[in-house]
């Protein structure tokens, strides 16, 4: 069955990076584009980055770009999401997320808080 685990989260004052890690399994990681969405409480989830199954092409939310970098590892099944000079507005729940077929996967997410 299809599988996304994210890992790296955590604490982090304004202005430091975190890279997020997504690994993948149960398809085939390497044909299909892949997304990163982060949650705060009471909101929707918003869409931070995507990249296509080759990493060929990257797309951010205008809150994101210039400061966060997605890309992926097609040998290893994982998605990565690099966030420099972090904010705390950057604070919210992560999470990876692939369109398969007609279905959606979300990874169980992982919490990144950004406070002094």
């Known amino acids: 069955q299809v599988q996304l685990v994210e890992s790296g989260g955590g604490l982090v004052q304004p202005g430091e990076s975190l890279r997020l890690s997504c690994v993948a399994s149960?398809?085939?990681?390497?044909?299909?584009?892949m997304n990163w969405y982060r949650q705060t409480p009471g909101k929707e989830r918003e869409l931070v980055a995507t990249i296509t199954s080759t990493g060929g092409t990257r797309s951010y939310a205008d809150s994101v770009k210039g400061r966060f970098t997605i890309s992926r590892d097609n040998t290893k099944n994982t998605v990565y999401l690099q966030m420099n000079s972090l904010k705390p507005e950057d604070t919210a729940v992560y999470y990876c997320?692939?369109?398969?077929?007609?279905?959606?996967?979300w990874g169980q997410g992982t919490q990144v808080t950004v406070s002094s």
């Open positions: 997320n692939a369109h398969i077929a007609v279905r959606t996967y």
């Open positions: 149960g398809f085939t990681f390497s044909i299909y584009g």
